[in-house]
């Protein structure tokens, strides 16, 4: 469920579970083109890395790297990195590529606006 910020008008907030596995995130549909992750991971003790994804359909297999250059985005510590896209997709979602070891936690917060 989004959550409107205070007065910033036609902007939605979605919270996604936490990511501690390869595998994809739930499905977000968007409402606007422009779409920003806030990524926080901890607990890293080697090389996760991470795809935001988006799909027109969310159909099966219709998922593709937001990224310009199709770039996934490799973290190696604790940190927080926020990420922005102005693509006209309908829905996002992240991806768990790859976890070299332990069991990382991934927070994700989506935000979009109109």
């Not at 990524?39 to 297999?61: C, D, H, I, W």
Request: proline residues 4%; contains cysteine; glycine residues 8%.
């Amino acid at each position: 469920m989004p959550v409107t910020i205070g007065t910033v008008p036609n902007t939605e907030v979605y919270t996604l579970a936490d990511l501690t596995a390869t595998g994809t995130s739930e499905v977000v549909s968007t409402s606007g083109p422009h779409i920003y992750f806030s990524v926080t991971s901890s607990s890293v003790t080697g090389a996760v890395v991470v795809r935001l994804e988006g799909s027109l359909t969310n159909a099966a297999g219709s998922f593709f790297n937001l990224s310009t250059s199709n770039a996934d985005i490799t973290i190696s510590t604790n940190t927080t990195e926020a990420y922005y896209t102005q693509a006209p997709v309908k829905f996002v979602r992240v991806n768990v590529i790859s976890i070299a070891s332990g069991i990382p936690t991934i927070k994700v917060s989506i935000g979009v606006c109109r």
